[in-house]
């Protein structure tokens, strides 16, 4: 299956070149640079020794995500947000989607009253910053739990399933995977897509931005997410060691 | 297909009763109450006479949406967001939901340099509030147009779809329809889901909350939200008095 | 005494048609919808099991309350304060007005650590919506403390009076009760005036907003809010479906 | 008529020893220290040569206020409201009541497309800080506008009436006049009342804080209030050097 | 040292004629006007019987600065922060040097957990507000720790040291000492130092706003600033009554 | 020149090793990833088609910086200022020295009415990360102008100086030059300078954190800040390719 026009040049059904740097700074438990194509994202997981207000005392931990952009990670210079004073309603939709999926893959109630923080800050944008932050935040957060198994705070990494996301959208009438941002613009529909490693769906996030879309897309742009997903996964357990 | 334990008593695919009350305020070009159940929200379509700065001079139009929830319109009393100085997260994902979902069921370029104001506001929530409020600011939308050509500032209303929107969710294991506050409480999986009546999607939003979901159920949800939104099309037809 | 240029043509001395409707929202303790002629305000009273920081630990209750309008339940849509990131000064005004007025309606010694949330939230505004919510605000709140005499939490109604509020002006100079929104926008004078059921004052606020006005006149307008507001605490009663 | 219980010692009707202190601070068209007792306020008046834009092109000009208070002006210190990023209720209540006040004082017809910013700074607060600011304020007014008369910008001071305000209150029972801080905070009632000098009411703002208060008493305030206000206005003209 | 072209007047070397007014306002416990020429600053220091949560049970006390300018206290009218929401950098710039200069004057470990708050209110700007801040917040928290002296809760003033500031510059070429507003705005370089009065420095901020300054002018501005902070620390001891 | 006991091990006159990383982001006009050690700052350059409404049609350009930590980018982690909504009095102290240092470096009549706007985020901090900032800054800044003269928009780059920035404090009683985190924390005198490659000084920031320092001490710091940057000047070309 290819796609003459697909400005990447890439198969419809390629990621762009994944690249995953480990211990990228140095003061975070986790620190991870997810690298799809030209998008590159920050991914730090932060331990606290403590949890919010309202889990205090029920003996359970907690874990948290936020999301920024540069200000000229993007293609024209944007505002910086802490300057404006406020969080867009884009980032904070992202920065929920990103906490949810991550709180899918750990089993909340096995690493004490705890937070982790993730935070995902784009220094490069090209598309698909919002998947690269799940999948880059996924290896941040297994290095900084590894951390506390290390510091023998915990006895094992409370792992319930690898995650990863990845977007799909219809280019030019025909669905393709890992949009960048040439791609992304030009696309009638685009779907985030985030799924364990056993195949099972965390979020589907899909919007018809021309022409709505009709049940054969949906599925289509859902075959392509799930294999996709597995080739992310596989990526994340390469780069953590992990025996597959 | 029906299911013992849920809480509403109601078959898997059964909407709670479904009330449009046009002209429900005297000042708005559009004012509907919607009721879902218990859930009633207010929606009012107002008409600027201008187009927000990036679109001046273009000769398009522009629609957008806001959503709020009375403090005490859920079980225990919120924070009014006016005096807490900003809008949830939450809040900021709905209304940018509802206005992308309208967007849709309108033409941009056939009104002129005019804004289309939705607002959405929840005076009692019972579980379904943003796809009750794009269901019921559909018709206040529509109302507001007919005032448009009635005015004749414009020759038709500048309809491409009619748009509805429903939840489905998987309750106790069994897909279900249009869940109430009880049941989505309790769920595993939450899937908003926008379409025209021509049966397409304008969005799909699902979350598993508790356990991941495949593809069968999906499957099912897609299947009970396209039944559900063809229902609640033909509702919003009627309301406004429409020939089907 | 009638005034034949009153736009409403309405008597001098009359009140607009005044309808309490109890039991409005289903989750409230307390739950009224107040009409003032085409002015509507949903009031709701909720009660909270704490009290603010500066109460704590002195045995006494607490009665604070918060006043918002829909974007559109006025003639031009206005922006909405939570969008904005804050509330305007004239609604801080009116709902520290209601607060007062309300706090002296009950006993604060007698109802525990308790704190009585009102809110008065306007989805129709035709003039005179800051006194229509202190007249449906003192519904609400009777039967919030009547929900805590059934939970056997207190044993009686805290009641001190019960509290009213109307508005009075002077309408092409001549003293008119009840303004409704074009009388109001054309007046000279506007005054506010909270009086308990013993014919006292709790509150006077009048502004000239033409003219400046003279003692005659003042005495004049007193006397037309103290016949309306007997009027508005008997109506009070008998939605309460209390013995007189 | 004295009362031997007011702790100022002052008979029930008598004021507060009163200062005007024209050309307080060098860069202001009018800047005047008003000292009621140990209440201070510094009274500013700016000429800005535009009015908001609401006003635009209309030929007329605008007048407005601000209040404020040093964070020690107060016996215990008070939070910087610069720091905590907002004004509170009782400083925007202040702030309205003053520019309501003295845009009744003078034809905002008369002196062009201009803008006259009132600034009221609080340096030392002991009760009647909005009464002192009120009255303070007309004579910077006053002097400003004689800048532009002197610059030959106008012909002559655009004033209608000259306008000042007091405090009046029911202190043990009794009506006093021109409340200081221990009056203030131990009365039942306080209403404060801006009148011109012709003697009729621009504002009145009465509020029961114990005990609701009955028609006889109203009318002593107002008594009291009237006569406080004569003196008041005399000592602003004399403080101008108008004859009488 | 003269220079001809100094628009005051001055020798290189003047400082503008200073007061210093201790109990300028009643409620502080310490409570100075200060000028500098025509620059006069209200500096309040005020006792608070805690600590801030970073310090608390740690036995040591704090001090902090908040630093503000009246609307009209400069030639043009400035918008109010309190109304704008926020601090510009520049006061917070300034109040944080502020209260760093103070804490190096005292001993932090000898006066309790208790905070010692100075505000630095403007209300007449020449130029060297900030200078004049500091040079009369040391004199108000020397006062306010001598009431705790007096109240026998410390045994002893904590100074450490006295500290003053003054402002040099570079005037037409020609290095100058403490610059008025005319000065300040047309000079190439400002400077302003903080230093005790064993002559060691506390602060010294140098910024070139025309042309970058050598060594050798370096070197003249400090000469300069010593002398005259050895006069300030005089009359800072003068104003307070002590023997030298 | 050595310190036996500074934690990094360095002589007191050494530089970290510094790198200067050209073309980091592909976005920005200009943009460098600058390293002072551990310390790593992504510096870009954005140019803009227009200027701030003070200086429209003055035909003059304007240059501005902005100054943010990736949360995690310190030991311990920051809260992030987006989602708190304001900046810090740091962080906007830090982005005014940065925009003060690069205005000088640039002569702002001879590049049009366009603005530069210089974005500056640390990604891992260990001291010294504002005079990394100006450093790598004034590198970035260069290029972006390069591109202006490239697309032949400017004829020349409007260079006045190359600026650059480091620390010095006095460590154990020694001064050292380019003070890391560790040493930072322990110093008694911490002193930002900012030069010009003519050795004339730009800005001056020198704090006594503990003792206060003579002036012994402040010559021997400006005599080792002076030797530092011209190293960096040296640096700063080298990544250019500039002859010198």
Known sequence: ????????????????????????????????????????????????????????????????????MLPRSTHSRMDREAAKGKQSGRTQEIQRLIGRSLRAAFDLNAFGERTLHLDCDVIQADGGTRTAAITGAMVAAYDAFAVLVERQLISAIPLKHFVAAISVGVYRGVPVLDLDYLEDSGCDTDMNVVM????????????????????????????????????LNRMQKEALGLAQ
Not at 16 to 40: C, M, N, Q, W
Not at 201 to 229: H, P, S
């Open 1 to 68: 299956m290819t796609v003459d026009t697909r400005p990447s040049g890439r198969a419809a059904d390629a990621l762009r070149p994944v690249r995953l740097t480990r211990r990228y700074t140095k003061h975070a438990e986790g620190s991870v640079l997810i690298e799809f194509g030209d998008t590159k994202v920050i991914c730090t997981a932060s331990i606290e020794e403590k949890v919010p207000p309202f889990l205090r005392g029920k003996g359970q931990g907690w874990l948290t995500a936020e999301y920024g």
């Open 196 to 231: 364990t490693d056993a195949g099972h769906f965390i979020e589907v996030q899909g919007t018809a931005e021309g022409e709505a879309f009709d049940r054969v897309t949906m599925n289509q742009m859902l075959d392509l997410a799930q294999a996709g997903i597995e080739n």
